[in-house]
T-cell receptor, first 118, second 112 residues
Framework: GAVVSQHPSWVICKSGTSVKIECRSLDFQATTMFWYRQFPKQSLMLMATSNEGSKATYEQGVEKDKFLINHASLTLSTLTVTSAHPEDSSFYIC??????????????FGPGTRLTVT | GQQLNQSPQSMFIQEGEDVSMNCTSSSIFNTWLWYKQDPGEGPVLLIALYKAGELTSNGRLTAQFGITRKDSFLNISASIPSDVGIYFCAGQRYSGNTPLVFGKGTRLSVIA
């Protein structure tokens, strides 16, 4: 399958600071990227969907001014958590969607980024 | 956001036993997927199902797409210790670049 990377894999930041998480599709062009959040012992919940070159579409209850998403190229999307607070501590996972050499459209998950806000 | 109904929530089984878990939804999905997630990692796709009634195997794993398109099950035969992890079902309402809706997960523990 195609490879999706995330950086950093984990980050600790102080309350009030901003953190940027990168999601890269390494060997295919991702026309769409999805950002999910997973709290401990819970499932993945979709935060937003972004298409390359367009504004992201946020799910209900997700603050677009707090979670800034940029998808400027077909291989890179970034999620910036602005003015982070302890309740933003979570596991953030991206998913990149594209053809990746297949006939059908597939989605591939990154390894996740563990954010801890102190 | 919406979540699928996945059961059981957790399972403790002996090595060598078969395992079955399922997912249901109140609405129709056109694609059903099953993922495994190990601690601290992203989900890894196990099986993808694209047609109602489809039965697909991947080694010791077998999954079926329900005829009503509102449910799916995953079977694991002859479990081994490395099967330990959390299994998630996911549904996709429309094929292509649309997001996935996840179940709450089944935590599988295998006792050697």
């Amino acid at each position: 399958g195609a490879v999706v990377s995330q950086h950093p894999s984990w980050v600790i930041c102080k309350s009030g600071t901003s953190v940027k998480i990168e999601c890269r599709s390494l060997d295919f062009q991702a026309t769409t990227m999805f950002w999910y959040r997973q709290f401990p012992k819970q499932s993945l919940m979709l935060m937003a969907t972004s298409n390359e070159g367009s504004k992201a579409t946020y799910e209900q209850g997700v603050e677009k001014d707090k979670f800034l998403i940029n998808h400027a190229s077909l291989t890179l999307s970034t999620l910036t958590v602005t003015s982070a607070h302890p309740e933003d501590s979570s596991f953030y996972i991206c998913s990149a969607g594209g053809l990746a050499g297949h006939v059908t459209y597939e989605q591939y998950f990154g390894p996740g980024t563990r954010l801890t806000v102190t | 956001g919406q979540q699928l109904n996945q059961s059981p929530q957790s399972m403790f089984i002996q090595e060598g036993e078969d395992v079955s878990m399922n997912c249901t939804s109140s609405s129709i999905f056109n694609t059903w997927l099953w993922y495994k997630q190990d601690p601290g990692e992203g989900p890894v796709l196990l099986i993808a199902l694209y047609k109602a009634g489809e039965l697909t195997s991947n080694g010791r794993l077998t999954a079926q797409f329900g005829i009503t398109r509102k449910d799916s099950f995953l079977n694991i035969s002859a479990s081994i210790p490395s099967d330990v992890g959390i299994y998630f079902c996911a549904g996709q309402r429309y094929s292509g670049n649309t997001p996935l809706v996840f179940g709450k997960g089944t935590r599988l523990s295998v006792i050697a």
